[in-house]
């Protein structure tokens, strides 16, 4: 008998078999981290706009952020003034994000290629919550925007909306309130409205009325008020 390569198959035998053991005993070596996990990013709060907008500092750079799947009603819009429950919706979200550790944005499919206006669209993570579901639960926002390829979420968040609605929470008090378009005022004169002529001589005067200051689609806006060049006038 040859001893010699009687060995070296056994051997070889033996090293298979650890491989093998090897890779089901540490399936992370082998396998690549899931979607979720490689595709959330750590940012840091600039500030909060409103309820479903926010600044956040990506890789030493100002990005301007909508949130995805979400709408609540608006607080600094340049017609439709402040709609109900858009204050609350606006302080649930500043709150958040302000004493939030961490804060995280998942871009879904596209989100990081950004809208029209130039903000990129995201699911946002407080301390590892989906901040944008729990404004769809609590009854501060409406399920909305629904484009592909950026839908994952989309069922859970319908779910949230159905949950709130029948609770009849907030947004959802106000019977006839949330339209597949929006948010309707059974009482449009009683909404803010602005004075498209009305110009500001600083931001001191202009925060008065605009507390967070105005984007650059304002008429109040003016580019000597926009000092860091980020489209957002009179920012605090």
């Given amino acids: 008998m040859n001893w010699a390569l009687l060995k070296k198959t056994v051997l070889a035998s033996v090293l298979?078999?650890?491989?093998?053991?090897?890779?089901?005993?540490?399936?992370i070596d082998t396998?690549?981290?899931?979607?979720?996990?490689?595709s959330l990013k750590t940012v840091s709060l600039v500030r909060a706009t409103d309820g479903d907008t926010a600044t956040f500092?990506?890789?030493?750079?100002?990005m301007k952020v909508r949130f995805l799947l979400v709408d609540t009603p608006e607080t600094v819009h340049p017609s439709k003034g402040v709609q109900p429950y858009g204050k609350e919706a606006?302080?649930?979200?500043?709150?958040?994000?302000?004493?939030?550790?961490?804060?995280?944005?998942?871009?879904?499919?596209?989100?990081y290629k950004g809208d029209k206006y130039g903000r990129k669209l995201a699911y946002v993570y407080v301390d590892g919550k989906d901040l944008n579901l729990e404004l769809v639960r609590k009854g501060y926002a409406r399920v909305a925007y629904v484009y592909a390829p950026n839908t994952k979420y989309k069922t859970k968040y319908l779910v949230a909306q159905s949950k709130a609605k029948k609770?009849?929470?907030?947004?959802?008090?106000?019977?006839?309130?949330?339209?597949?378009?929006?948010?309707?005022?059974?009482?449009?004169?009683?909404?803010?409205?602005?004075?498209?002529?009305?110009?500001?001589?600083?931001?001191?005067?202009?925060?008065?009325?605009?507390?967070?200051?105005?984007?650059?689609?304002?008429?109040a806006y003016q580019a000597k008020m926009d000092r860091d060049h980020d489209n957002w006038a009179c920012e605090r």
């Avoid at 396998?31 to 490689?38: G, S």
């Avoid at 500092?57 to 100002?62: A, F, H, I």
């Avoid at 602005?194 to 500001?200: D, L």
Wanted: with cysteine; aromatic share 8%; net charge positive.
């Fill in 167 to 219: 609770e009849k929470l907030r947004i959802w008090s106000k019977k006839g309130y949330v339209t597949n378009s929006g948010f309707a005022s059974k009482k449009p004169s009683s909404t803010v409205t602005v004075n498209t002529s009305k110009t500001f001589k600083n931001c001191t005067e202009l925060r008065k009325v605009y507390p967070n200051g105005v984007p650059k689609s304002h008429p």
């Fill in 31 to 38: 396998t690549p981290k899931t979607v979720t996990a490689a």
């Fill in 57 to 62: 500092k990506y890789k030493g750079k100002n």
């Fill in 90 to 111: 606006s302080n649930y979200t500043k709150n958040r994000l302000k004493n939030a550790k961490k804060i995280q944005l998942d871009f879904d499919r596209t989100g």
């Fill in 16 to 27: 298979g078999i650890s491989l093998v053991g090897g890779s089901m005993l540490n399936p």
